[in-house]
């Protein structure tokens, strides 16, 4: 096995032993990187000199012996995580030269623990997309098939963790972005509960929704990371001050006395054929760890949660993106006069999407619409986070598709909102409720990688991790690697 191919226990146990230093781990990734970022385009700044700067220091912290599990082991950090600095651009022309005066929460715990930091993965600008085609750089790659879509909006990290150009990676969350990539890439992504991860320094979209969390080659490393990463934070007033378990404990092989609700609404209409059969494939496989399976699960409000999403999320990015006039905020234009100036820089600096968002959020919350739109939309809200509730009273989680589709093609979607839009129904809802959800690989449709979305009521990560966990020991459908 290849030193990148490596999960975070797994190079922990060799650094530990001295078998393998951080400085040696840490070589072979940023010679991944250099090797395979030709094809797969996921990261946008690689900071190679603060990477073996980091190593370095972390091989003298596992030599005083006061090193943790992720001391050492590099990381990608999505793009949208500020990084004192470390240019942070979201993946946008309007922050292209924004170097950060301080790090984000994740970030300063991150290095708290001893991380090794070798760059800022790719995204959909400002978060805002299902397929990594709305970067203003460039697209990021499917490493499983080079001629479709990693997902997104964090497709660059989700690539680059199953390619080895890291160990694991931080992505961000709205309505899919840390589940669905993952999902397409085969990996493990997990969005913790709204409130569980501090968003504190993360570049704000639709702040009653994003969550940051953990991408990575499988389910220990994920509570590894949701261990360093998660707890209150007083500078996030939506932090919640609630104890943060040792999630490892969770992570027992079998499902004995738990109960799982299949959610008739998640098998959409338009679903592909071999998506659900590996679903089918999947589920059996929890019953016979012990799971008992409930067919008839039912969540009926479900089926508005993406016209509820395209409200709510577009309203808010609209007040949050208002800051980057190019006075105080973001890259700026030159001008005739102060309108001017800030007419030309939001139409060069922003791209199309994030200008749709723009539109759709102004129009939504105008007067005389905002009961029609923005009120409804709240009360559907509401709806869906009860309907939640009343579920994980019988079951212990739901499980779901994470996408209706296999990873698509390039350019097949990017035209057409709609169709990219769509292909969330079954990750928009999650956010919605503020629920946490994980994803875990089920397996392959025509060579393609499918996901398994595990969901339960706020605060149960441990509950998810553990079913991931059994799947994945039993099925080791995430042990294979593309060839990139
Ligand atoms: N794809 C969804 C959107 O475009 C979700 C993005 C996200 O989770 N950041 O809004």
Not at 299 to 322: D, F, H, Q, V
């Amino acid at each position: 096995m290849k030193l990148y191919d490596l999960t975070i226990h797994q190079s922990h146990e060799l650094l530990k032993k001295g078998e393998v230093s951080s400085i040696e781990l840490t070589k072979a990734v940023l010679e991944r990187i250099s090797q395979a970022e030709e094809k797969l385009h996921a990261i946008v700044t690689v900071t190679e000199e603060l990477a073996l700067r980091q190593a370095e220091q972390a091989d003298e912290r596992i030599r005083s012996g006061d090193s943790t599990p992720l001391t050492g082991i590099p990381a990608l950090l999505k793009d949208n995580m500020c990084t004192k600095g470390i240019r942070t651009t979201c993946s946008s022309r309007m922050l292209e030269n924004f170097v950060p005066p301080y790090n984000a929460t994740v970030v300063e715990k991150l290095e708290d623990a001893g991380v090794v930091i070798v760059g800022k993965g790719n995204m959909d600008e400002f978060a805002m997309g299902s397929s990594n085609e709305h970067s203003a750089f460039f697209i990021t790659h499917n490493p499983w098939d080079l001629g479709r879509v990693p997902g997104g909006s964090s497709g660059g990290p989700a690539a680059a963790v199953a390619t080895g150009e890291t160990i694991y990676a931080l992505g961000s969350d709205t309505g899919g972005s840390i589940r669905q990539p993952a999902g397409f890439c085969s990996i493990v992504g997990l969005k913790p509960t709204y409130g569980r991860v501090s968003r504190y320094g993360l570049v704000a979209f639709a702040s009653s929704l994003d969550q940051i969390g953990p991408l990575t080659k499988d389910v220990t490393d994920s509570a590894l990371v949701m261990n360093v990463i998660a707890g209150y934070d007083p500078r996030d007033s939506t932090s919640v001050n609630y104890p943060v378990p040792d999630y490892t404990r969770a992570l027992i092989p079998d499902l004995k006395g738990l109960k799982l609700g299949i959610p008739r609404e998640y098998f959409v209409e338009g679903m592909q054929k071999g998506v659900e059969e590996v679903m089918r494939t999947a589920i059996a496989k929890l019953e016979e760890l012990g799971a008992t399976v409930d067919w008839e699960a039912s969540l009926p409000s479900t089926k508005y949660a993406l016209a509820a999403y395209y409200i709510i999320a577009p309203s808010e990015a609209m007040a949050n993106l208002a800051r980057y006039d190019g006075v105080k905020y973001g890259y700026s234009h030159d001008g005739e006069n102060m309108w001017d100036a800030m007419e030309k820089t939001r139409q060069f600096g922003f791209g199309p999407e994030v200008k749709r968002r723009i539109i759709l959020g102004t129009y939504a919350l105008s007067a005389g619409y905002y009961d029609a739109y923005y009120l409804k939309a709240q009360k559907v809200r509401t709806l869906i986070m009860q309907e939640f509730q009343q579920a994980f009273e019988h079951y212990d989680a739901l499980i779901t598709p994470t996408s209706p589709t296999v990873p698509f093609k390039i350019g097949q979607k990017v035209d057409d909102p709609l169709q990219m839009y769509l292909s969330d129904v079954c990750t928009l809802p999650i956010n919605i409720g503020g629920i946490p959800g994980l994803v875990v690989p089920a397996g392959f449709c025509d060579g393609l990688p499918v996901g398994m979305q595990i969901l339960g009521k706020p605060f149960s990560e441990e509950t998810l991790l553990r079913i991931g966990y059994a799947y994945e020991q039993a099925t080791g459908w995430g042990q294979q690697r593309p060839r990139v």
